[in-house]
């Protein structure tokens, strides 16, 4: 009987030991359940599937845009300005041998005129202005220079250059105007002047060359009354005997209206 008792005791033990074996076994399994459930993966931080973003203006490419217009426009300035300042070059040349080409005319009306002369330099009138007015016993001249290198020719009012280099060019002043057409319009306006104050006089009209290496090339219906090279003291001379003759009392009365 005792040892029945022994054995279903052992028996007892037995179960209840494979009993609380598998009790602990489930109970860490759903103790891993939970955490598992409860701490989050690094999928649920950083998902697989991002963000939709939704770009209602593209604040940066406006800002670079804005600026590249910026840039063009500058550019456009730029370039107007070369351009503005290459214009001005030329004429800063053109005004510059202008002078140069004045001052040796003068120079060479100092040698061949005497004391008996009025030589008036730039005389500004109603239609531009005169480079010389020549007045003297022989009477009153108008005369527009030329310091231009090269080979000048015309027919009537077209003039042209040809360039050292065989380029060529048309001779205008900045109003579109020839170097006859110039001297004419000009002189003819003094002519009605001093007509107005009793003055009756014809005033020869004369375009000279004055650089030293310009030449004469065809010529044909010549609109003035001369087209002379510098230091040509025979067509100088031919020249100053187309005007009116004038005493020296006239002299004076136009040299003073003239100033």
């Known amino acids: 009987m005792t ?24 109970h860490t ?44 426009a500058a550019e456009r300035v730029i370039e107007q300005q070369k351009k503005i300042i290459s214009t001005l070059m030329v004429d800063k040349t053109k005004v510059t041998a202008g002078i140069a080409g004045e001052k040796t005319v003068s120079e060479f009306f100092l040698r061949a005129l005497d004391n008996r002369w009025t030589v008036i330099e730039g005389f500004l009138g109603g239609k531009g202005e005169i480079d010389f007015v020549l007045i003297g016993p022989l009477g009153v001249f108008a005369i527009e220079v030329k310091n231009r290198n090269g080979v ?11 360039r050292p280099n065989g380029e060529p060019v048309e001779i205008k002043d900045n109003g579109g105007r020839s170097p006859s057409q110039q001297i004419t319009e000009t002189a003819t306006w003094l002519e009605d002047e001093l ?51 004038l005493s020296a009392e006239q002299i004076a009365g136009i040299s003073l209206a003239l100033r």
């Open 3 to 26: 040892n029945t008792y022994l054995f279903l005791a052992a028996v007892f033990f037995s179960i209840a030991a494979l009993l609380l074996k598998r009790f602990r076994v489930n």
């Open 29 to 72: 399994a759903m103790a891993g359940t939970d955490t598992q459930s409860v701490r989050p993966s690094l999928r649920t931080i950083f998902p697989q599937n991002k963000a939709r973003v939704v770009k209602l203006t593209d604040h940066g490419l406006h800002m670079i845009t804005n600026v590249n217009e910026k840039i063009i």
């Open 152 to 162: 000048v020719s015309c027919n009537g009012d077209e003039w042209m250059l040809t």
């Open 195 to 245: 007509r107005k104050v009793g003055y009756n006089v014809r005033i020869p009209k004369a375009v000279i060359l004055a650089h030293p290496k310009a030449g004469l090339g065809a010529i044909a219906n010549l609109s003035v009354d001369s087209l002379m090279k510098l230091g040509s003291t025979a067509e100088f001379k031919k020249y100053l005997s187309l005007g009116t003759p």
